[in-house]
T-cell receptor, first 113, second 115 residues
Protein backbone atom coordinates (compact mmCIF):
# COMPACT_ATOMS: atom_id res chain seq x y z
CA UNK A 1 0.00 0.00 0.00
CA UNK A 2 0.83 3.64 -0.10
CA UNK A 3 3.28 4.90 2.53
CA UNK A 4 2.89 8.59 3.30
CA UNK A 5 5.12 10.55 5.62
CA UNK A 6 4.63 14.14 6.61
CA UNK A 7 7.19 16.43 8.27
CA UNK A 8 7.40 18.18 10.59
CA UNK A 9 4.68 16.97 12.94
CA UNK A 10 4.60 20.36 14.64
CA UNK A 11 5.72 23.74 13.38
CA UNK A 12 5.76 27.05 15.18
CA UNK A 13 6.42 30.29 13.30
CA UNK A 14 6.17 33.97 13.99
CA UNK A 15 3.41 35.89 12.29
CA UNK A 16 4.61 37.07 8.90
CA UNK A 17 7.16 34.28 8.48
CA UNK A 18 6.90 31.47 5.97
CA UNK A 19 6.03 27.86 6.73
CA UNK A 20 6.88 24.77 4.73
CA UNK A 21 5.47 21.28 5.23
CA UNK A 22 6.79 18.31 3.29
CA UNK A 23 5.04 15.11 2.31
CA UNK A 24 6.79 12.04 0.93
CA UNK A 25 5.06 9.08 -0.67
CA UNK A 26 6.12 5.70 -1.95
CA UNK A 27 3.89 5.07 -4.98
CA UNK A 28 5.61 6.51 -8.05
CA UNK A 29 2.34 6.23 -9.99
CA UNK A 30 0.45 8.62 -7.70
CA UNK A 31 -1.08 11.41 -9.78
CA UNK A 32 -2.99 13.76 -7.49
CA UNK A 33 -1.57 15.63 -4.50
CA UNK A 34 -3.91 17.65 -2.28
CA UNK A 35 -3.43 19.46 1.00
CA UNK A 36 -6.24 19.70 3.55
CA UNK A 37 -6.51 22.10 6.47
CA UNK A 38 -8.35 21.26 9.67
CA UNK A 39 -8.95 24.03 12.14
CA UNK A 40 -9.56 23.11 15.76
CA UNK A 41 -12.96 21.48 16.16
CA UNK A 42 -13.79 21.73 12.47
CA UNK A 43 -13.86 19.44 9.46
CA UNK A 44 -10.91 19.09 7.05
CA UNK A 45 -11.14 21.26 3.95
CA UNK A 46 -9.16 21.22 0.74
CA UNK A 47 -6.91 24.27 0.44
CA UNK A 48 -4.81 23.47 -2.60
CA UNK A 49 -4.02 20.57 -4.88
CA UNK A 50 -1.68 19.74 -7.71
CA UNK A 51 -1.63 17.10 -10.42
CA UNK A 52 1.28 15.12 -11.73
CA UNK A 53 1.67 17.15 -14.91
CA UNK A 54 2.34 20.36 -12.99
CA UNK A 55 5.37 21.26 -10.85
CA UNK A 56 4.01 24.19 -8.87
CA UNK A 57 0.70 25.85 -8.17
CA UNK A 58 -0.02 29.05 -6.25
CA UNK A 59 -3.14 30.50 -4.70
CA UNK A 60 -2.49 33.81 -2.97
CA UNK A 61 -0.35 33.04 0.09
CA UNK A 62 -0.25 29.29 -0.35
CA UNK A 63 1.58 27.19 -2.88
CA UNK A 64 2.27 23.54 -3.51
CA UNK A 65 5.36 22.19 -5.24
CA UNK A 66 5.77 18.69 -6.59
CA UNK A 67 8.93 16.69 -7.18
CA UNK A 68 7.83 13.44 -8.81
CA UNK A 69 11.36 12.14 -9.22
CA UNK A 70 11.99 12.39 -5.49
CA UNK A 71 8.37 11.50 -4.67
CA UNK A 72 7.56 14.38 -2.44
CA UNK A 73 5.41 17.49 -2.49
CA UNK A 74 5.38 20.47 -0.19
CA UNK A 75 2.97 23.08 1.10
CA UNK A 76 4.30 26.62 1.34
CA UNK A 77 2.52 29.34 3.29
CA UNK A 78 3.94 32.86 3.09
CA UNK A 79 3.19 35.85 5.31
CA UNK A 80 1.61 33.60 7.90
CA UNK A 81 -1.30 34.88 9.93
CA UNK A 82 -2.91 33.63 13.16
CA UNK A 83 -5.80 32.14 11.18
CA UNK A 84 -3.31 29.84 9.46
CA UNK A 85 -2.95 27.98 12.78
CA UNK A 86 -4.40 24.53 12.13
CA UNK A 87 -3.49 20.95 11.34
CA UNK A 88 -2.48 20.36 7.73
CA UNK A 89 -2.72 16.98 6.01
CA UNK A 90 -1.28 15.83 2.75
CA UNK A 91 -3.32 13.14 1.02
CA UNK A 92 -1.82 11.73 -2.18
CA UNK A 93 -4.09 9.67 -4.39
CA UNK A 94 -3.18 6.29 -5.84
CA UNK A 95 -3.67 5.76 -9.53
CA UNK A 96 -5.73 2.70 -8.81
CA UNK A 97 -8.23 2.03 -6.02
CA UNK A 98 -10.80 4.56 -7.10
CA UNK A 99 -10.93 8.00 -5.58
CA UNK A 100 -9.15 6.93 -2.42
CA UNK A 101 -6.80 9.32 -0.69
CA UNK A 102 -4.12 8.30 1.80
CA UNK A 103 -3.74 10.90 4.49
CA UNK A 104 -0.52 11.80 6.21
CA UNK A 105 -0.39 12.03 10.00
CA UNK A 106 -0.72 15.80 9.95
CA UNK A 107 1.32 18.87 10.85
CA UNK A 108 0.20 21.13 13.66
CA UNK A 109 1.06 24.68 12.59
CA UNK A 110 1.03 27.40 15.20
CA UNK A 111 1.44 31.00 14.15
CA UNK A 112 2.56 33.11 17.07
CA UNK A 113 1.96 36.82 17.41
CA UNK B 1 -20.62 23.99 5.44
CA UNK B 2 -23.80 22.49 4.07
CA UNK B 3 -24.08 19.50 1.79
CA UNK B 4 -22.89 16.66 4.01
CA UNK B 5 -24.21 16.03 7.47
CA UNK B 6 -23.44 13.59 10.24
CA UNK B 7 -25.43 12.71 13.29
CA UNK B 8 -25.23 12.64 16.18
CA UNK B 9 -22.38 15.00 17.03
CA UNK B 10 -21.58 13.13 20.23
CA UNK B 11 -22.39 9.50 20.92
CA UNK B 12 -21.86 7.41 24.00
CA UNK B 13 -22.03 3.67 23.97
CA UNK B 14 -21.63 0.93 26.48
CA UNK B 15 -19.02 -1.67 25.83
CA UNK B 16 -20.44 -4.61 23.86
CA UNK B 17 -23.11 -2.60 22.05
CA UNK B 18 -23.32 -1.92 18.34
CA UNK B 19 -23.92 1.66 17.27
CA UNK B 20 -24.72 3.24 13.91
CA UNK B 21 -23.41 6.61 12.76
CA UNK B 22 -25.36 8.51 10.15
CA UNK B 23 -23.95 10.27 7.09
CA UNK B 24 -26.11 12.06 4.50
CA UNK B 25 -25.13 14.19 1.53
CA UNK B 26 -27.13 16.26 -0.94
CA UNK B 27 -24.23 17.03 -3.28
CA UNK B 28 -25.21 14.32 -5.74
CA UNK B 29 -21.82 12.70 -5.18
CA UNK B 30 -21.35 9.10 -6.18
CA UNK B 31 -18.49 8.32 -3.82
CA UNK B 32 -18.63 8.33 -0.03
CA UNK B 33 -16.06 7.52 2.65
CA UNK B 34 -15.67 6.87 6.35
CA UNK B 35 -12.53 7.88 8.23
CA UNK B 36 -11.43 7.49 11.78
CA UNK B 37 -9.34 10.24 13.33
CA UNK B 38 -7.20 9.63 16.42
CA UNK B 39 -4.72 12.10 17.90
CA UNK B 40 -1.40 12.00 16.07
CA UNK B 41 -2.56 9.46 13.49
CA UNK B 42 -4.25 11.56 10.86
CA UNK B 43 -7.26 10.20 9.03
CA UNK B 44 -7.48 6.46 8.45
CA UNK B 45 -9.89 5.04 5.91
CA UNK B 46 -12.45 2.56 7.23
CA UNK B 47 -14.73 1.92 4.23
CA UNK B 48 -15.54 3.65 0.99
CA UNK B 49 -18.23 3.35 -1.64
CA UNK B 50 -17.91 4.46 -5.25
CA UNK B 51 -21.48 3.71 -6.24
CA UNK B 52 -24.78 2.63 -4.74
CA UNK B 53 -24.92 -0.97 -3.54
CA UNK B 54 -21.14 -1.32 -3.64
CA UNK B 55 -18.44 -0.63 -1.09
CA UNK B 56 -14.85 -1.60 -0.33
CA UNK B 57 -12.80 -2.05 2.81
CA UNK B 58 -10.29 0.59 3.67
CA UNK B 59 -7.19 0.23 5.81
CA UNK B 60 -8.93 -0.42 9.15
CA UNK B 61 -12.26 -2.11 8.34
CA UNK B 62 -12.18 -4.74 11.09
CA UNK B 63 -15.02 -4.28 13.56
CA UNK B 64 -16.99 -1.97 11.26
CA UNK B 65 -19.73 -2.46 8.70
CA UNK B 66 -21.46 -0.20 6.17
CA UNK B 67 -24.31 -0.17 3.70
CA UNK B 68 -25.00 1.94 0.63
CA UNK B 69 -28.64 1.47 -0.30
CA UNK B 70 -29.14 5.07 -1.38
CA UNK B 71 -26.83 7.51 -3.13
CA UNK B 72 -27.35 10.09 -0.38
CA UNK B 73 -26.69 7.87 2.61
CA UNK B 74 -23.71 5.85 3.87
CA UNK B 75 -24.25 4.72 7.49
CA UNK B 76 -21.42 3.21 9.50
CA UNK B 77 -22.00 0.58 12.19
CA UNK B 78 -19.38 0.21 14.88
CA UNK B 79 -19.76 -3.32 16.15
CA UNK B 80 -18.79 -4.84 19.47
CA UNK B 81 -15.90 -6.52 17.63
CA UNK B 82 -14.09 -3.18 17.30
CA UNK B 83 -11.45 -3.31 20.01
CA UNK B 84 -10.93 0.40 20.51
CA UNK B 85 -13.92 2.28 19.11
CA UNK B 86 -13.52 5.56 20.99
CA UNK B 87 -12.56 8.07 18.29
CA UNK B 88 -13.69 10.89 16.07
CA UNK B 89 -15.42 9.64 12.92
CA UNK B 90 -15.54 11.66 9.72
CA UNK B 91 -17.65 11.00 6.67
CA UNK B 92 -16.77 12.46 3.27
CA UNK B 93 -18.08 12.45 -0.28
CA UNK B 94 -16.73 13.23 -3.72
CA UNK B 95 -17.66 13.12 -7.36
CA UNK B 96 -17.35 9.77 -9.10
CA UNK B 97 -13.99 8.23 -9.76
CA UNK B 98 -14.44 8.78 -13.48
CA UNK B 99 -14.12 12.53 -13.16
CA UNK B 100 -10.94 14.57 -13.13
CA UNK B 101 -11.87 16.47 -9.98
CA UNK B 102 -11.30 14.53 -6.78
CA UNK B 103 -11.94 16.91 -3.87
CA UNK B 104 -13.48 15.22 -0.87
CA UNK B 105 -16.00 17.16 1.16
CA UNK B 106 -16.20 16.29 4.83
CA UNK B 107 -19.03 16.21 7.30
CA UNK B 108 -18.72 17.77 10.77
CA UNK B 109 -17.88 14.44 12.40
CA UNK B 110 -19.22 12.28 15.22
CA UNK B 111 -17.28 11.79 18.41
CA UNK B 112 -17.91 8.32 19.77
CA UNK B 113 -17.04 7.46 23.34
CA UNK B 114 -17.30 3.95 24.72
CA UNK B 115 -18.03 3.90 28.42
Amino acid sequence: GENVEQHPSTLSVQEGDSAVIKCTYSDSASNYFPWYKQELGKRPQLIIDIRSNVGEKKDQRIAVTLNKTAKHFSLHITETQPEDSAVYFCAPKLTGGGNKLTFGTGTQLKVEL
Amino acid sequence: DGGITQSPKYLFRKEGQNVTLSCEQNLNHDAMYWYRQDPGQGLRLIYYSQIVNDFQKGDIAEGYSVSREKKESFPLTVTSAQKNPTAFYLCASSRSTGTYYNEQFFGPGTRLTVL
